[in-house]
């Protein structure tokens, strides 16, 4: 059975930091694009960074140079470090695995198999 299984959520101040994993099951992240996903109320779903099948990042601007992806193909785990948090950060959390075609730009409409969230919130 395909899964994504997203952890590491919670509730910090402004300034902490976070580590969000993903577990997939039933297909190897090492095969695809992995992305990382948010949404918060209200707005869109919005891409905040991906690994390529090469191992290449991309972050969104928002988040570049406090969150960092990264993935183990060992584990069939994709992970996400957030430190700095922000209030703005604010917002359910998502990993897929994404077309090719959306990789580059960390499209949602790309999204292939997406796990079932997890709440980050951040507090001033």
């Known amino acids: 059975q395909v899964q994504l299984v997203e952890s590491g959520g919670g509730s910090v101040q402004a300034g902490g930091s976070l580590r969000l994993s993903c577990a997939a099951s039933?297909?190897?992240?090492?095969?695809?694009?992995m992305a990382w996903f948010r949404q918060a109320p209200g707005k869109e779903r919005e891409g905040v960074a991906r690994?390529?099948?090469?191992?290449?990042?991309r972050h969104a601007d928002s988040v570049k140079g406090r969150f960092t992806i990264s993935k183990d193909n060992a584990k069939n785990t994709l992970y996400l470090q957030m430190n700095s948090l922000k209030p703005e950060d604010t917002a359910m959390y998502y990993c897929?695995?994404?077309?090719?075609?959306?990789?580059?730009?960390?499209?949602?409409?790309?999204?292939?198999?997406w796990g079932q969230g997890t709440q980050v919130t951040v507090s001033s």
């Open positions: 897929a695995a994404v077309t090719a075609a959306a990789c580059f730009a960390i499209q949602a409409l790309g999204g292939i198999r």
């Open positions: 039933g297909f190897n992240v090492s095969s695809y694009c």
């Open positions: 690994i390529a099948r090469d191992g290449s990042t």
